[in-house]
């Protein structure tokens, strides 16, 4: 009986695998230096912030546990002076709309520019992704004299419009390369079954953009959640200042007082953290999803 010997490009894949370092260690490898880089900021101010003022004065956060003291005396203080409660309510009460609003208004505008073909759509679709690379800084005026015109400085509807418009330019181009992804089969069996655009709209694509109105939800809550310029602006009024603006007033008052900075601190960052860990699966599949159409 002849020998049939296999050529080395015939050899296994498994086998040939063990002899050619893998890159995806050297990726993981990354991840975890860079989840580190960025957890170490965030774990030691959640520790400080437990921490009474002599204990840091004298010694790092790395070191609260030898001898461990902490208290929560820095959060009860933080949440019941300086009005800072009343401001973690009045960020609820910004972030909320100023999220549903561009995202609504954003996804019936996306799904307009996908669907619907008018005279100069592409344009002003080009126009409005545009918009993005206008700084902020340059309308502000403009908005403010607007906004003065019509009263609605300072009140929660004049903030809520400052957030939709800015948010708005990213909501509909994120939206618009998803919903363009769809398959288009989808759209005409629906048309011919009789459905208009508000039912296609209701029942096929909003079911099916989920990760990315999530997504985008996500982007849009942590915006406007962690704003300082905007509220400064356009809330003047300092029974409606979030938690931001509240945090920064306190910047001159408690200023050496690190217990008192880091727990108000962490109070403001908690809020986005819960967020986005219950919407992160959703995250990165709507960011990619509209990416490559197949």
Do not use: C
């Amino acid at each position: 009986m002849t020998s049939i010997s296999l050529p080395a490009s015939a050899a296994p894949t498994s086998v040939r695998r063990n002899f050619r370092p893998s890159a995806k260690w050297l990726v993981h490898i990354t991840l975890v230096i860079l989840a580190v880089i960025w957890l170490v900021p965030s774990i030691g101010l959640l520790i400080t912030s437990f921490r009474p003022l002599d204990a840091i004065s004298s010694s790092g956060w790395w070191t609260a546990f030898s001898p461990a003291r902490f208290t929560v005396e820095n959060y009860e203080y933080v949440l019941t002076a300086q009005g800072m409660g009343n401001s973690f309510v009045n960020s609820f009460i910004i972030t909320l709309p100023g999220t549903i609003l561009p995202v609504l208004i954003g996804a019936l505008a996306a799904y307009a520019f996908t669907v619907t073909r008018f005279r100069g759509r592409d344009t002003i679709f080009l126009l409005i992704v545009a918009l993005l690379v206008v700084p902020i800084q340059t309308t502000l005026v403009p908005v403010l004299r607007l906004f003065n015109q019509f009263g609605l400085t300072g009140s929660f509807v004049g903030i809520w419009l400052a957030h939709t418009g800015y948010g708005l330019p990213f909501a509909i181009y994120l939206l618009r390369n998803f919903f363009a992804a769809l398959p288009k089969e989808l759209f005409e069996s629906a048309k011919i079954d009789g459905a208009n655009d508000l039912v296609v709209f209701i029942r096929i694509v909003l079911p099916l953009s989920v990760p990315a109105l999530a997504s985008l939800a996500i982007f849009q809550f942590m915006w406007v959640w962690n704003d300082l310029l905007v509220a400064l602006i356009f809330m003047g009024n300092p029974d409606y200042q979030p938690v931001t603006v509240r945090i920064q007033a306190m910047l001159g008052t408690y200023a050496t007082e690190w217990h008192i900075m880091s727990a108000a601190a962490f109070v403001s960052m908690s809020v986005p953290l819960l967020v986005f860990f219950a919407l992160q699966r959703y995250f990165v599949t709507g960011l990619t999803a509209g990416a490559v159409k197949s």
